[in-house]
């Protein structure tokens, strides 16, 4: 009987016919394409408009407290005549950093645990987007393959489904953020202590990072859905549609747009985490990280560009390991209705991913942070300012009730998505006739 599991799937093979595709015709169809998108977000604004004005009282405080209030420092840092002309960055420029980074390390040895915390916490935030994939029955995962198959539109066909899996995804960023953020900042404040010659210990850490807790939560949202979104743009396109010309045009100029202004967000907020350790609320964090920008831009540049360059070999190694994933996943990729098993091959796809986020939690980033600080530490120097680290965290401690709140209604969301209306919605179909 065994046997009888685990024995191979057959499928049969399919015929696909290749048509030529007239050239005026197909930009006409993606331009008509985009129209459709656009009135169907206008349609979808209008009905959710009741629904956003009801809970307006409760969303508004929590939007307004982790708005883009330093979106300026995309605009100012784009007009520095210096991006025109930036320089290379060496990857010796970011590891030649790293004796100062370990040094201080293994005086701190809580750097590490901090580090160990970050990464944790990130996992665990990808770990729940995925539950919801899990909550989508197969049936609808096979319209979602007819429907690009008779289509030729990956994005047209998931547009709706899309929809609670972008807000999940938004709300676990916003969970993550919490923790990523106090943990940075308490690396940050382990490297002033010892400039200053303090003793630092993971409780005088966390305790001065718990006084801007507000502030740093804000920002690291805002950071973290800046380079996921980022993230995700890079990855490749699915979909079967020919590349006209234009198409392909247009999307060298919309990729070129958003990786300069990323490029110049990542300059930009450089300053903003020591910042913030100081105990700075985020605009002057954003101000005042502008003033050190410009007077460090070439080190900065020079170290953002040798660590998005290492980040970048961590990107493409984990890349590479999710093929190889998927090849000794074998037939268990594909669910017994005979298409993929989405959930399944995303649950795998966590172990080359939970590496890269390892490299990058627990040894880049640190490296980043602490040398980030060490450079700011010299500027405030060259500018006669000392610096003052915090140590009220009442404010930390209502931020941490919020952060555990919002756990609670993760949890509530996880165990009562049924009565909720939340499986019904996911398991219809009707979605995907709707669209074609």
């Known amino acids: 009987m065994s046997s009888e599991r685990f024995k191979a799937k057959r499928f049969e093979p399919k015929k696909i016919y290749f048509k030529e595709t007239d050239i005026a015709a197909y930009d006409k169809s993606y331009l008509e394409t985009l129209e459709r998108n656009k009135r169907w977000g206008e349609n979808s604004s209008k009905f959710f408009a009741p629904i956003k004005k009801f809970f307006l009282p409760i969303t508004k405080p929590i939007a307004d407290k982790f708005s883009n209030k330093i979106v300026f420092l995309q605009e100012e840092i784009s007009k520095f005549p210096e991006m025109n002309n930036l ?28 580090g160990v915390m970050q990464w944790m916490f990130v996992f665990l935030a990808c770990i729940l987007w995925i539950q919801m994939l899990f909550w989508i029955p197969q049936p609808v995962w096979d319209a979602v393959s007819q429907c690009m198959e008779d289509n030729n539109d990956a994005e047209g066909c998931t547009l709706i489904a899309d929809i609670p899996l972008t807000l999940w995804g938004y709300f676990c960023i916003l969970l993550a953020a919490f923790p990523v953020g106090i943990f940075s900042s308490a690396m940050g404040s382990a490297h002033f202590m010892h400039k200053q010659n303090k003793e630092s210990t993971v409780v005088k850490c966390v305790r001065s990072a718990l006084a801007n807790a507000w502030t740093t939560w804000a920002f690291h949202f805002i950071d973290g859905f800046i380079t996921v979104r980022q993230i995700v743009n890079r990855l490749p396109q699915s979909g079967n549609q020919p590349q006209t010309p234009m198409i392909i045009k247009m999307n060298k100029v919309r990729r070129a747009k958003e990786e300069a202004l990323y490029y110049a967000w990542k300059i930009g907020s450089a300053g903003v985490l020591p910042n913030m350790v100081l105990g700075n609320n985020l605009i002057d964090s954003g101000k005042n990280s502008l003033k050190f920008v410009r007077a460090r831009f070439v080190e900065i540049s020079k170290l953002r560009a ?31 209705s005979g298409g993929l098993a989405i959930p399944k091959i995303y649950q795998y796809l966590m172990i080359p991913v939970s590496f890269a986020l390892l490299v990058v939690m627990i040894f880049l980033r640190p490296i980043y942070i ?31 009730i919020v952060f555990g709140f919002l756990c609670i209604l993760a949890i509530l969301v ?23």
Do not use: H
């Open 306 to 336: 040798a660590y998005s360059s290492i980040c970048w070999v961590v990107g493409v190694a984990a890349y590479i390991g999710a093929i190889v994933t998927l090849l000794f996943m074998g037939d268990s990729i594909y669910a017994d």
């Open 87 to 114: 320089p290379e960055g060496d990857k010796k420029d970011f590891t030649s950093k790293i004796s100062y980074a370990l040094s201080l390390g293994f005086k701190e040895k809580e750097i590490f645990f901090f």
């Open 414 to 436: 996880i165990i009562f998505r049924d009565q909720m209306g939340l499986t019904a919605i996911l398991s219809s179909t009707e979605i995907f006739t709707w669209y074609q």
């Open 370 to 400: 602490l040398t980030i600080c060490n450079l700011y530490s010299d500027y405030l120097a060259s500018i006669n300012e000392q610096p003052v680290l915090p140590d009220d965290p009442s404010t930390g401690v209502k931020a941490g």
